[in-house]
């Protein structure tokens, strides 16, 4: 990861939910959120029924690097 993609959201933090996950994309709705989450593009821990998303996930998804996970 370059340093300016590790800057890019500084603001939040390491873990961040699904509502957050929508706005870090630019206000993308929750069913697609979900639908990146449980498709594996973007990773993400279930802690109950809970999503929790790293911020490096996110990170990934948006510049295109690495491979699709399963969660």
């Known amino acids: 990861m370059e340093k300016g993609q590790h800057d ?3 603001d939040y933090p390491d873990l961040v939910d699904v509502d957050t996950l929508c706005k870090m ?6 069913k697609l959120a979900y639908h990146l989450l449980a498709s594996g593009i973007i990773y993400s821990i ?12 996110v990170i990934e998804y948006v ?5 699709p996970r399963m969660s």
């Open 63 to 67: 510049f295109g690097e690495g491979t």
């Open 25 to 30: 994309l630019g206000g993308i709705n929750k």
């Open 8 to 10: 890019l959201f500084a």
């Open 46 to 57: 279930r802690i109950g029924r809970a999503y929790r998303i790293p911020k490096s996930s």
